[in-house]
């Protein structure tokens, strides 16, 4: 859950709602899997340079950018109704020929928010809800009934947000409450046995384990963990004492270590690795944009980079992004280095270089506009979308993440 979700959503609502309408009519809930197959393609030259005559909102989206030129125009109208908008060749060989998204279901609860966590083993995607009221669930995705599942946990999983998996256990953080420590939960997918993994440093709550990844080193594996407030913004938990931070776990020297501070990164959010684990990214989800006040707000949304050194610290940052509209929330680095994140405007694909090389527009994903994408997950060669009401499948024409790396 990105921090400034709730503040954003609000800018991009009557530009959404209107292409709701035109792409889908009425919001009721499909008979039989809906599919979505339209893709539109804007020459990359005009994300840096228009027709004169243009005016782009920052609180909107890109292809929602008002010109008087009439070609330009029906580009963008053309790919306001598109699902898969791509600016580079590369996207439309990750997409295919003929992508066709399938709504798997459709619920009135925002059920499919977070996480994103593919189970290869089981065939799975675990992913959970908003946080609604203090509480929120985790689902279970079963990829070949198309069945959703709710995993009878030994012990609650309070608020839960993002999550991993990794040599044989699923990773769920939990934002806690104002009687719950926030914390960072391991299940056994098979039995559904549920311990806290850590939930304090030297004894202080953390303020919302946001997201986690794991990396294997030798014979050692590590769990890198992002913190922010999420727990008193979401879940009615307590005031934030600690400064945010990205943590370094460490269960064979039994530490916890933080490894990038607040000053490099103000509010760390998503955080993925690379498929041979040597570096990192963390998404920052300030709401940095000069929406009303002329004074700069301090850090930007951004994903970052890191190089994770031989003693296991974050090094060599390098800002890599920055999101055209709201923030980047979730994020997953496939195996071709491609970074892929949650936006207001979609999924945003970036090639290794930060070239912007497609969107899989939220525009025709979410069913109602309350609450942005902010996650999804890679299963081999299958996109889930967690589109809030909505959860979709498609089929890429490419392998984009292997089940190696989750396992040790
Ligand atoms: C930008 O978009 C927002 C949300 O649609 C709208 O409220 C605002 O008036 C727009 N700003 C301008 C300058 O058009
Ligand atoms: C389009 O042209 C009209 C007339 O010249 C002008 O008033 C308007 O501001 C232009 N629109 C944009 C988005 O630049
Ligand atoms: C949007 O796409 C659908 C499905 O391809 C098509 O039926 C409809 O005419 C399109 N609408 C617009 C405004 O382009
Ligand atoms: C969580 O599950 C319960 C029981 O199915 C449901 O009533 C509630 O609305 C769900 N919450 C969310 C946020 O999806
Ligand atoms: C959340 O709590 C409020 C106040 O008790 C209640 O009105 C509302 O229906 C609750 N929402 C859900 C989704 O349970
Ligand atoms: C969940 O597990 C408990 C024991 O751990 C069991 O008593 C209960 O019946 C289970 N509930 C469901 C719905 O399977
Ligand atoms: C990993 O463990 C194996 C078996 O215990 C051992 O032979 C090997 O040297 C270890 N590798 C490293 C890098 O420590
Ligand atoms: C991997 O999982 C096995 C089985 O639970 C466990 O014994 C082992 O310690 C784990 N290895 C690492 C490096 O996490």
Redo the contacts with the bound molecule.
């Keep these: 859950m990105g921090f400034s979700t709730r503040q954003l959503w609000k800018f991009t609502a009557l530009a959404i709602f209107i292409s709701l309408r ?2 889908f009519g009425t919001d009721t809930a499909p008979t039989a899997a809906q599919t ?3 893709i539109v393609s804007i020459p990359s030259t005009l994300t840096y340079s228009f027709p004169a005559g243009f005016f782009g909102n920052v609180s909107e989206n890109f292809i929602d950018t008002v010109t008087n030129d009439s070609t330009t125009a029906g580009l963008l ?2 790919a ?3 699902s898969f908008v791509s600016y580079d060749q590369e996207f439309l060989q990750i997409i295919g020929k003929s992508p066709s998204l399938k709504l798997i279901a459709q619920r009135t609860d925002p059920f499919a928010v977070e996480a994103g966590i593919w189970v290869p083993e089981k065939n799975q995607v675990w992913f959970s809800s908003s946080t609604v009221n203090n509480s929120g669930n985790v689902s279970i995705l079963d990829l070949g009934t198309s069945e959703i599942l709710t995993p009878n946990t030994s012990i609650p999983i309070v608020t839960p947000n993002g999550g991993y998996y990794f040599n044989g256990t699923v990773y769920i953080t939990g934002q806690g409450t104002a009687t719950v420590a926030p914390c960072i939960y391991a299940i056994d997918p098979n039995t559904y046995e549920t311990t806290v993994v850590v939930n304090s440093y030297f004894g202080i709550r953390f303020n919302g384990p946001n997201d986690v990844s794991w990396i294997k080193r030798g014979n050692n594996s590590y769990m890198f963990f992002t913190d922010d407030p999420l727990s008193y913004e979401y879940s009615g938990g307590e005031l934030p004492v600690l400064p945010n931070a990205v943590w370094r776990y460490d269960p064979q020297e039994q530490s916890i270590v933080p490894i990038v501070s607040r000053a490099d990164i103000i509010i760390p959010n998503g955080i993925a690795v690379n498929a041979d684990m040597t570096k990192l990214y963390v998404t920052d989800t300030p709401p940095a944009y000069y929406t009303g006040s002329p004074i700069p707000a301090t850090g930007s949304p951004a994903i970052y980079s890191f190089d994770i050194d031989e003693d296991l610290f974050a090094v060599k940052k390098r800002i890599l992004g920055i999101a055209r509209s709201g923030i980047p929330d979730g994020i997953k680095v496939d195996d071709a280095g491609r970074i892929w994140t949650g936006e207001s405007e979609g999924i945003v694909v970036r090639s290794p270089s930060g070239k912007v090389i497609g969107v899989f527009n939220a525009e025709t994903l979410l069913a109602s506009p309350d609450v942005p994408i902010a996650n999804f997950a890679l299963a081999g060669d299958t996109l889930v979308v967690l589109a809030v009401q909505r959860l979709w499948t498609l089929k890429l024409a490419q392998m984009v993440v292997s089940r190696e790396r989750y396992q040790f």
């Design positions: 035109v792409t979505t197959s339209v109208s053309a306001k109704n598109a």
